[in-house]
T-cell receptor, first 118, second 112 residues
Framework: DTGVSQNPRHKITKRGQNVTFRCDPI?????LYWYRQTLGQGPEFLTY????????KSRLLSDRFSAERPKGSFSTLEIQRTEQGDSAMYLC????????????????FGPGTRLTVL | QKEVEQNSGPLSVPEGAIASLNCTYS??????FFWYRQYSGKSPELIMS????GDKEDGRFTAQLNKASQYVSLLIRDSQPSDSATYLC????????????FGAGTRLFVKA
């Protein structure tokens, strides 16, 4: 297993365009997370999936953002009508099924997709 | 009040010294606590996890958790220049969901 992969690694787009990012988690990891990170800040939670179910979505996320995880495998994050404020690193992480109590949630990150909105 | 707070630093220590990194969190029902290391331009890398009160040691790293004080720390013994990075504290609620909140990170510089 080669870890979490993300594509593309870099994306430059013009304001108003739609973009889609893909994340392939570590195989058999049932949880998948999306984060956004800007310079000098920690990763900001966007959403997470357990298998194919999207269980929580940040209130900070506008309706322009949507994520899917069909069949509980890879995931996509789409940003519609991009704005300059969307420029950031978008990180994906996956986590294996926890032990009893579900309190174990070690996450392994992909390399990220850097988005630049002109 | 931020959900997870860290001193942004930079924290500067000489090579061979102990680096102490601290983190406080606001959600009392949090169950899982993590330290990630992030080098400039790279993604976060998990270095320690801790789930119960007390200390947990792994090589040169020791994580300490005090749920009553809502405080978690990371000690790095025999600090090396290669330890220079940003250290991120992360907290997961556990019960009722697995949303994970990260602190803004502490920048550590280890001087040779």
């Amino acid at each position: 297993d080669t870890g979490v992969s993300q594509n593309p690694r870099h994306k430059i787009t013009k304001r108003g365009q739609n973009v889609t990012f893909r994340c392939d988690p570590i195989s058999e990891h049932n949880r998948l997370y999306w984060y956004r990170q800007t310079l000098g800040q920690g990763p900001e939670f966007l959403t997470y999936f357990q298998n194919e179910a999207q269980l929580e979505k940040s209130r900070l996320l506008s309706d322009r953002f949507s994520a899917e995880r069909p069949k509980g495998s890879f995931s996509t994050l789409e940003i519609q009508r991009t704005e300059q404020g969307d420029s950031a690193m978008y990180l994906c992480a996956s986590s294996p099924r926890g032990t009893s109590g579900g309190s174990y949630n070690e996450q392994f990150f992909g390399p990220g997709t850097r988005l630049t909105v002109l | 009040q931020k959900e997870v707070e860290q001193n942004s630093g930079p924290l500067s220590v000489p090579e061979g010294a102990i680096a102490s990194l601290n983190c406080t969190y606001s959600d009392r029902v949090s169950q899982s606590f993590f330290w990630y290391r992030q080098y400039s331009g790279k993604s976060p890398e998990l270095i320690m996890s801790i789930y119960s009160n007390g200390d947990k040691e792994d090589g040169r790293f020791t994580a300490q958790l005090n749920k009553a004080s809502q405080y978690v720390s990371l000690l790095i013994r025999d600090s090396q220049p290669s330890d220079s990075a940003t250290y991120l504290c992360a907290v997961t609620r556990g019960t009722g969901g697995f949303k994970t909140i990260f602190g803004a990170g502490t920048r550590l510089f280890v001087k040779a």
